[in-house]
């Protein structure tokens, strides 16, 4: 259904783009949503870094990231750049356990 934008006015063009942005958003979200789904909190997992392997432990799937704890340090990274190792989920380390504790409901 090809549409001739030549007769749209300014105000219909600009609705269109709003339309179509809003479209690609939500099928990259929906592109995220399923690369989210492979991860599961307490998933071993490795990205690579400055061009070095760096795992780690899955310890949030928020909205958009994996959260990855690292020996160092702490990820949000995209998770089309996560791989998840093999073998049995980990088990999270101490402060994070804490962290749910407390932050989950009473």
């Keep these: 259904m090809p549409i001739d934008i030549e007769k749209l006015s300014l105000e ?3 609705d269109l783009n709003r339309r179509i942005v809003r ?5 990259h ?3 995220t949503r ?3 789904d492979r991860f599961a909190v307490g998933d071993r997992v490795s990205f690579q870094s400055d061009g070095r392997a760096v795992a ?3 310890v ?12 160092d340090t702490h990820w949000n990274i995209h998770p089309r750049f996560v791989t998840r190792l093999p073998g049995p989920a980990a088990e ?3 402060d994070v356990r ?3 504790k407390r932050d989950s409901p009473q």
């Design 12 to 14: 219909e063009l600009l």
């Design 23 to 27: 479209r690609i958003d939500y099928l």
């Design 98 to 100: 804490d962290i749910m």
């Design 34 to 36: 399923a690369h989210l």
């Design 56 to 58: 780690g432990i899955v």
């Design 60 to 71: 949030r799937v928020n909205r958009k990231t994996p959260s990855v704890k690292t020996k």
């Design 29 to 31: 979200s929906l592109k």
């Design 92 to 94: 999270l380390p101490k």
